[in-house]
């Protein structure tokens, strides 16, 4: 019988739990456990997808609006990407609920049918394991294909979700393609996949740069972590005041490290930094230390910053040996 059918798929799943010669310790296998046993779900249960109030939506949007208006343009690049693919673009709060939507206006009632649009609840609890809930519950990006899913009506769908985190590394939400069409691939999959990473990483870094937008963004770590969206916000005075999830992971930066003052030159090496600012930051210095005949005190005044902020960007940009 087709996993697909109404009987077969839920069958599978309960051996699958069932059975302790089944994978049933994978990743996949704990979702579905906790779908059954933690939620009580039924994987035949036929019902159509809830949803929330006209109210609870407007409520849900506002609440998520500095993010969904930093993600607009990435919404509609990505679109534009995958769209022909037979696919609709989701980005959800954490509690699984699409805010923000793109897809074909031919495709719509057939997405609005499955739930695949704003409003629609897809959280662990409600729908079991899917590419957005499952994709919340474990922090980590996910597709779920196929008859993965948990509940037999929406084994018609593929879901790839990347979770999006707000300026200050808190999960906000996510980013999902989905596509209901049978021929999708694994090999298209992944490729799609690889878009919406990418896609996750550039909203999180224009909501960040948005959040913090009268500061310097400073590139931290190594090429791969830039590729990771590694940023950070530094103050006129040197101190860090914002780090992305991403540079928060990588150079172990949490809330109470920026609540206490802390100094970029603590976290950053100079090659965490272009080259082009580097050089233009140590001539600025230089020539505040010229006008000034030297004195420290009189140079950080006129670049409008404190002595200690002066004499740790000295030692940062390697002037500190020089004469004053």
Same mark, same amino acid.
């Given at each position: ?87 609709? !673009? ?46 919340? !519950? ?79 963004? !400073? ?53 965490? !930094? ?51």
């Amino acid at each position: 019988m087709d996993d697909r059918s109404r009987g077969g798929h839920g069958s599978r799943i309960k051996q699958a739990l069932d059975d302790a010669a089944s994978p049933a310790n994978s990743a996949l296998a704990a979702s579905w456990r906790r779908s059954m046993s933690l939620h009580g779900l039924d994987p035949e249960d036929a019902g159509g997808p809830q949803t929330l109030t006209e109210t609870q939506l407007h409520q849900a949007r506002q609440a998520m609006e500095p993010m969904t208006r930093a993600a607009q343009g990435v919404l509609d690049r990505l679109f534009l990407a995958i769209g022909d693919a037979g696919c609709c !673009v989701l980005l959800t709060n954490a509690d699984g609920v699409p805010v923000e939507r793109r897809g074909a206006a031919a495709d719509d009632a057939l997405f609005r049918r499955w739930g695949l649009w704003p409003g629609a609840i897809w959280s662990e609890a409600v729908e079991g394991t899917n590419g957005i809930g499952t994709a919340l !519950v474990e922090h980590r990006p996910l597709t779920i294909h196929g008859g993965q899913h948990f509940h037999t009506r929406n084994t018609a769908l593929s879901c790839i979700s990347h979770p999006i985190h707000d300026p200050r590394g808190r999960l906000a939400g996510l980013l999902d393609v989905s596509s209901c069409r049978a021929d999708a691939t694994v090999g298209m999959l992944g490729l799609i996949a690889a878009a919406v990473a990418d896609a996750a990483r550039a909203i999180e870094a224009q909501s960040f740069r948005q959040a913090f937008a009268t500061a310097r963004i !400073v590139l931290a770590g190594d090429a791969a972590e830039r590729n990771a969206a590694a940023l950070l916000a530094v103050d006129r005075d040197d101190l860090v005041i914002g780090a992305t999830r991403a540079a928060r992971l990588a150079l172990a930066i949490t809330d109470e490290r920026i609540a206490g003052q802390l100094a970029a030159s603590e976290v950053l090496s100079p090659g965490s !930094v272009d080259a082009d600012l580097l050089e233009a930051e140590r001539g600025a210095v230089r020539r505040a230390l010229a006008l000034s005949g030297g004195n420290v005190s009189a140079a950080a005044r006129a670049l409008g910053i404190s002595r200690a902020t002066l004499h740790r960007k000295l030692h940062r940009l390697g002037l500190a040996s020089e004469p004053h």
